[in-house]
């Protein structure tokens, strides 16, 4: 792999750009949008798109076989990183990923090497924390008069686009369940870089929509569903904030609202803490930042499910930034969290 770019070639054509670049023997080529990504068949990679894809079939390409992996052909409309690893001896190992972010700029790709780094604003270069999966998005909240049986208020995880980003499968699927319900997803900046003024935005608002929904809708349920900094907030709202000195001091909410709570479901904590009864997964390490105290939302526990599993990047403070996007398309996790949502708002 070429340093920032030497040994790159970018190459526009009429309507469409490739870049070529190469490690030993390798070569890799990525074609922009409209034609897809193709890879040697010894490459392996994940893909990241910061935004929609859909898989194709075109120029005789056969779009779920593309690299001789299954991988689908992704058509991408923003920026995206690719995470490549080889495994061929005659390319030899690769020490660790080497993540490539690709940017579009004007009618051609830019390329970097990104250096290890620590610290969340390495991170913000590297993950648009989107997966490669179809998102089901909540239809538009319903008129404020009108209260819900059960709300179901989702806080998206860092850099997705405002929505339900990928807890909206497990909230619609959980929703269809329940007659009736909402889906309210929490308005806040979900920013990667500067981290805690975004937890801090995050813990806010779900203060002031769940002192909202308590006043105005007395009878109904709330869920909170979180993934990544949205479980982070999530928490940080009902239990206080005490996850470091970065980090703006909160009132925990969950004397005030605990008793309209039936359930809270979170993927990716970064304030996991391991051992607990409500954790999931596999996980047996706790998050980047700790959640050292329950105190204030301890009678609550009952009512919490956490996914985390072992060498997730920010729940289990792993080195696995593909454990942390992989949630979603574990059906096992999936349905856990779907049913326990239904079963806790009965």
Known sequence: MPRSGKGCKSTPTRDKVALKFSRGSSTWRVWWWPTPLEMPRDVSFSLVPDSGWRSVQEDGHDPMNLDGSGQPTFLLHSDFVLDFGSSNKTHGHLSHSVVVHLLR???????????????????????????????????????????????????????????????????MNASMQIPGSVITPLVYPAQLDPYPPSVSAGVMNMTTLLNQQAQQCPQSKLVLMGYSQGAQVSLDTLCGTTDGPNFNTTVAQAPMVGSKIAAVVLFGD??????????????????????????PC??????????????????????NLTVHLGY??????????????????K
């Open 270 to 295: 970064p304030t996991f803490i391991a051992g607990q009864p409500f954790a999931k997964g596999t996980s047996k390490k706790n998050g980047i930042f700790p959640r050292m105290d329950l105190g």
């Open 105 to 171: 700029k004007e009618q051609h790709l830019a390329v970097e090497k990104m250096q290890p780094q620590s610290g969340l604003s390495a991170l913000a270069a590297l993950v648009p924390m989107v997966l490669a999966l179809p998102q089901q998005q909540p239809p538009p909240p319903g008129p404020p008069a009108a209260c819900a049986p059960v709300n179901i208020i989702v806080a998206r995880g860092s850099l997705e686009a405002q929505g339900a980003g990928l807890l909206g499968n497990i909230a």
């Open 328 to 345: 979603f398309s574990k059906q096992d996790y999936v349905a856990q969290a779907s049913s326990f949502i239904v079963q806790q708002t």
């Open 298 to 319: 301890q009678t609550l526990t009952s009512k919490f499910a956490s996914f985390c599993d072992d060498t997730d990047l920010f729940c289990a403070s792993g080195q």
